[in-house]
């Protein structure tokens, strides 16, 4: 062995660290992820428009439309029913002492079907219905996706958007609105039995003070959002799956990002929609608004 082998070697290309390295590993992770975002916003702009061409021009036929109703409508029934029950009795339980201690009892009506047609029933039933039925179709097309049924079905001359995608969206965009008008009427009946069976309220005064308070166009307002509701939670379902990563973690990660990304998007839409109706009523209706301020 040679004298000089003995000689220490330093790596140059670790001590030239510094912050400026950090900062633009940083930088470029953020540059990533935003192209990631970028790019996920396009193919979901140019998925939705594929989608909204389908539904415009060719329906698909009824065998595939009827199950997928039954699907969406009929079996969430009971889940839609026992949600908007126990938003309204609970609504009812936690805000009753408030309204006691005022002297305002029966005016908790009035408060609470607002709240319940306006925002409470809309939104949670569309998150209820975004956790049951946005990720059962990711779920389901992230499945086909993995096993590729998807491309066996183009392969046999039939489009997969055309098959899958619009009668689930055509489900959703039609009966999540009628799933959320059956929320909020049971939400309405679980508060009237909870506040004026258990806690006494007078029952004329609490369906009058209703009555007066929750007009026509509080009801156009939270089925109105509904249907921007269901077409996110359909399109974002069909998309994610459609797009799922191969295994089964894969399809598991497209149900879960189906669902949470449903959720965020019902929340924006819904304060987007909100102020844009509130927008719209008090230019056409000015008095209201200024009734309100009184």
């Not at 400026?20 to 935003?34: F, N, P, S, T, Y």
């Not at 997969?160 to 009966?175: D, E, N």
């Not at 009058?208 to 379902?237: H, P, Q, T, W, Y």
């Amino acid at each position: 062995m040679s004298a000089g082998s003995n000689i220490p070697t330093v790596d140059l290309s670790r001590g030239s660290a510094g912050p400026l390295d950090g900062l633009g590993g940083w930088v470029a992770d953020v540059g990533e992820r935003v192209g990631e975002w970028v790019t996920g916003l396009g193919s979901m702009a140019v998925f939705s428009m594929r989608t909204l061409r389908w539904l415009l021009f060719r329906l698909p036929p009824k065998e595939t439309i009827l199950p997928n109703f039954y699907q969406i409508g009929v079996l969430s029934l009971p889940v839609i029913a026992l949600t908007g029950t126990f938003i309204g009795m609970v609504l009812v339980a936690q805000s009753y002492e408030h309204f006691r201690q005022l002297g305002m009892q029966t005016q908790l009506g009035a408060v609470i079907n607002m709240s319940l047609v306006r925002e409470l029933g809309p939104v949670l039933a569309a998150t209820m219905l975004a956790g049951r039925v946005g990720s059962s179709m990711a779920a389901e097309l992230g499945t086909m996706r993995v096993t590729e049924q998807i491309d066996a079905l183009a392969s046999m001359g039939a489009n997969p958007i055309h098959y899958l995608v619009v009668p689930r969206f055509l489900g959703c965009l039609v009966l999540i609105p009628t799933l959320v008008i059956m929320a909020d009427f049971m939400g309405v009946v679980g508060a009237f039995y909870y506040g004026v069976y258990l806690k006494g309220i007078d029952a004329h005064h609490y369906l009058e003070n209703s009555r007066n308070f929750v007009g026509n166009f509080d009801l156009f307002v939270g089925v109105f959002k509904s249907l921007f509701f269901g077409a996110a939670i359909a399109l974002i379902a069909c998309h994610r799956g459609f797009h799922c990563d191969p295994g089964a973690e894969g399809v598991g990660r497209a149900a879960t990002s189906s669902f949470v990304c449903s959720f965020v998007v019902i929340l924006l839409l819904d304060l987007m929609l909100g102020i844009m109706l509130d927008g719209i009523y008090y230019s056409i209706w000015p008095d209201a608004a200024a009734s309100i301020m009184q």
